[in-house]
């Protein structure tokens, strides 16, 4: 298993362009989510899914879209860069419990700089 | 009262010390409670889960006390490659377990030779 995947693992945008941050998993975990972490803010839920079809938004969703057409992908979109959004992106996935602990799965990040 | 609360440290203790990290959490009604470890420019990844009635993973040990909202984490015998962020995490889902995890924003230890 590949685990969880991202791509790209660092991009450089200018401020008002679009981009997307793909994640995949191949574990057939039915949750999915992606973070993103700035120094001294620790890692902020910016959306998240439950299943395929499914997305709801997370602490800081701003400027982000999200899909989740099959289990295996959840790509994030930013819709119009802006400097507020150079961070590190992690997306994450799990199994879905009822109640009780579960490992979520990170993948590597990936580094964003929007100049 | 922010809903996760670490101490952020640095950490700094010569090797073979023991160091304990401790968290609080604001929601009562918190089901599941973990550390993660992330390591310099690299993903988090699952230390330990804590347990109601506590539990020990070689040189970790994980503790919870709900009357008092916190978990602590326990390492004896610092080694070098302990060096490293920990962060305390919570999932607040009462009957589900769909709602996300909370993240504390982690605690840097640094093992010094």
């Known amino acids: 298993n590949a685990g969880v995947t991202q791509t790209p693992k660092f991009q450089v945008l200018k401020t008002g362009q679009s981009m997307t941050l793909q994640c995949a998993q191949d574990?057939?975990?039915?949750?999915m989510s992606w973070y993103r972490q700035d120094p001294g803010m620790g890692l902020r839920l910016i959306h998240y899914s439950v299943g395929a079809g499914i997305t709801d938004q997370g602490e800081v969703p701003n400027g982000y879209n999200v899909s989740r057409s099959t289990t295996e992908d959840f790509p994030l979109r930013l819709l119009s860069a802006a400097p507020s959004q150079t961070s590190v992106y992690f997306c994450?996935?799990?199994?879905?419990?009822?109640?009780?602990?579960?490992?979520?799965?990170f993948g590597p990040g990936t580094r964003l700089t929007v100049t | 009262r922010k809903e996760v609360e670490q101490d952020p440290g640095p950490f700094n203790v010569p090797e073979g010390a023991t160091v304990a990290f401790n968290c609080t959490y604001s929601n009562s009604a918190s089901q599941s409670f973990f550390w993660y470890r992330q390591d310099c420019r690299k993903e988090p990844k699952l230390l330990m889960s804590v347990y109601s009635s506590g539990n020990e993973d070689g040189r970790f040990t994980a503790q919870l006390n709900r009357a008092s909202q916190y978990i602590s984490l326990l390492i004896r015998d610092s080694k070098l490659s302990d060096s490293a962020t920990y962060l305390c995490v919570v999932n607040m889902a009462i009957n589900s377990g769909n709602t996300p995890l909370v993240f504390g924003k982690g605690t840097r230890l640094s093992v010094i030779a």
């Open positions: 994450a996935s799990s199994f879905r419990t009822s109640g009780s602990a579960y490992e979520q799965y």
């Open positions: 574990m057939n975990h039915e949750y």
